[in-house]
């Protein structure tokens, strides 16, 4: 079964940045669209970014635009996502995900998850 696990998640303050890292292993991760979403408390799930598995594609939710980037490592079956300028807003847990088609926003739609990691942005 495919496993995603994500690392790089902490603490830090508005306007700093972070890097979030996700392996993932026990599927064919060069053929899959990767992702990322992110729930806060009392929040539903919300889609944040995805990526093309030739990675030449990238789509992003509008709160995160120009601030967040996704990029993959197909030789190293990792996804990123290098997060600047955040803000308080952005605290969630992130969830990196696996797909088999383009264009999935809605969580129900997506075919694995990883277990997520915290980011916490205080002002």
């Known amino acids: 079964q495919v496993q995603l696990v994500e690392h790089g998640g902490g603490l830090v303050q508005a306007g700093g940045s972070l890097r979030l890292s996700c392996v993932a292993s026990g599927g064919s991760f060069s053929t899959a669209v990767m992702g990322w979403f992110r729930q806060a408390p009392g929040k539903e799930r919300e889609f944040v970014a995805q990526i093309t598995p030739s990675g030449l594609t990238r789509d992003y939710a509008d709160s995160v635009k120009g601030r967040f980037t996704i990029s993959r490592d197909n030789a190293k079956n990792t996804v990123y996502l290098q997060m600047n300028s955040l803000k308080p807003e952005d605290t969630a847990v992130y969830y990196c995900?696996?797909?088999?088609?383009?264009?999935?926003?809605?969580?129900?739609?997506?075919?694995?998850w990883g277990q997520g990691t915290q980011v916490t942005v205080s002002s």
């Open positions: 995900t696996s797909s088999s088609k383009w264009g999935q926003r809605k969580p129900d739609e997506i075919d694995y």
